[in-house]
């Protein structure tokens, strides 16, 4: 199963050896940050795609280890192997 966002900024705070805080928006305030440089459609299709995904959607698919020829990794094993991208 995927991480939740929260649990993922964790991993990474955990990455880089310090807290990453995470804040957690409304709709309505994801959609007027996005707008700021976003056109409104691409918020609303982004805003659809992302906005509150149902346990099916965060189900990781038995797919990945036949795509990737292996099983997958944690989250955050990524997140360690990236930890530069986020300094």
Known sequence: ????????AEAIG????????????????????????????IVETTLAVLG?????????????DRVLGRAPRPFADWARRNVEAFR
């Open 1 to 8: 199963m995927q991480r939740p966002p929260r649990q993922q």
């Open 14 to 41: 955990v990455a880089l050896v310090e807290p990453v805080r995470f804040v957690e928006l409304t709709r309505e305030q994801a959609q007027a940050r996005m707008a700021a440089f976003m056109p409104e459609p």
């Open 52 to 64: 509150e995904p149902d346990a099916a959607e965060l189900r990781l698919s038995p797919d990945v």
